[in-house]
């Protein structure tokens, strides 16, 4: 019981509910509190999916994760997006996809490489998530580069364009789904969940079927809640710390939604399951760029105040773009040491710092 643990935090949930009634204007500190209480929540959620993936192969495995694991961030994002917040949901898409491919990956890249010299991963099935992640990239580039290319004249039909362009993502992550699940599931696969601890020399226990699920749902709703109450106080406790709504969005928000993703994936690169820990971190980001962004283009019309479009800022793009692109030249050679996780983990800082220093005139899109 002493050992350290994530699930100290889980203290900050009585905590909040407290502050959030005897103080509702501490908005700072109610920010600070929703931040470390959906941590443990998500962490919890990472872990029932991984029960649940255990049951499964790899690929299943980090499909099931990536999609729970985005579940906080799509609860937070719609929460935000009912309040007409759609420049920190951009914000934390944004955030999402590059903390996933640099921050999680590049974490479980170091992770798993401190404790072997090598660590392989099917190359073909690496190289497909990385050309899906470049897909995603042109999909933000296209309304951005329509957005500057066909000036006021064209701002009329950019919520449509963005619709349109939804649509083909969310047909695309499907068929992508057919053929990592399906079709082609066997370039997806690894060490299963029992290998990995025969390895580590210990004994295998995986939840019930009931314990997985009840856990998972007992997460969500809490999480939902937290996560109500965090987009709340973004706003003034964004002002108060000195950050812009977007370094909040990019980075902070980011960074507590994928705390699922983090945590899971860091664990099975521990075990030398690198298919499930790039199907986590990449296949995660994918999620994010293919479906959960066009799902909230759409949900947009019924819960927002006013439609959201794909027009990203300039800074989003090429954040994302070069995310990509290193993803893409590591995931290349079907082998990772602790040297590339670290460079992973620069990248992101790099772009952090970016987002911290450009002032709120560079982090708008121009009208």
Not at 324 to 343: F, H, K, P, R, Y
Request: glycine content about 8%.
């Amino acid at each position: 019981m002493l050992k350290p643990s994530l699930d100290w935090l889980l203290v900050c949930v009585p905590s909040l509910i407290v502050l959030e009634f005897v103080a509702p204007q501490a908005h700072t500190a109610i920010f600070l509190l929703a931040c470390a209480a959906v941590i443990p929540l998500a962490g919890w959620m990472g872990r029932a999916t991984e029960h649940l993936a255990e049951r499964t192969s790899e690929g299943v495995g980090g499909f099931l994760n990536a999609t729970f694991g985005n579940a906080a961030e799509l609860i937070i994002a719609l929460t935000a997006l009912r309040e007409g917040l759609t420049g920190v949901v951009k914000a934390s898409l944004t955030g999402s996809i590059i903390g996933n491919v640099l921050l999680v990956l590049g974490m479980s890249l170091l992770a798993g490489g401190l404790r072997r010299e090598t660590q392989r991963f099917n190359v073909a099935g690496a190289r497909i998530q990385a050309t899906m992640l470049l897909l995603a990239a042109i999909a933000l580039i296209a309304p951005a580069s329509y957005h500057h290319l066909a000036g006021p004249a064209g701002r009329a039909r950019e919520d449509d364009l963005s619709v349109e362009i939804s649509l083909v993502l969310v047909v695309l992550y499907v068929l992508s789904l057919v053929f990592s699940l399906r079709t082609h599931r066997q370039l997806f696969s690894g060490h299963s969940a029992e290998a990995a601890d025969v390895e580590d020399g210990r004994a295998h226990r995986t939840w019930s079927l009931r314990r997985s699920l009840a856990v998972l749902g007992g997460a969500t709703v809490l999480v939902a809640w937290v996560s109500e109450i965090l987009v709340g106080s973004i706003e003034p406790a964004a002002r108060a710390l000195g950050m812009t709504d977007v370094f909040v969005g990019v980075v902070v928000v980011a960074i507590v939604g994928n705390a699922a993703e983090h945590s899971t994936a860091v664990l099975v690169a521990l075990k030398d399951r690198m298919d499930l820990a790039i199907g986590i971190a990449v296949g995660s980001s994918i999620q994010v760029a293919l479906f959960v962004a066009p799902v909230l283009v759409l949900a947009s019309y019924v819960v927002g105040p006013k439609p959201m479009d794909l027009v990203f800022t300039p800074a989003e793009v090429l954040a994302v773009v070069m995310s990509a692109l290193i993803t893409s030249q590591i995931a290349g050679d079907g082998e990772s040491n602790w040297l590339e996780g670290v460079q992973l983990i620069a990248v992101y800082v790099i772009l952090a710092l970016m987002f911290y220093f450009l002032p709120p005139s560079a982090l708008a899109v121009p009208t």
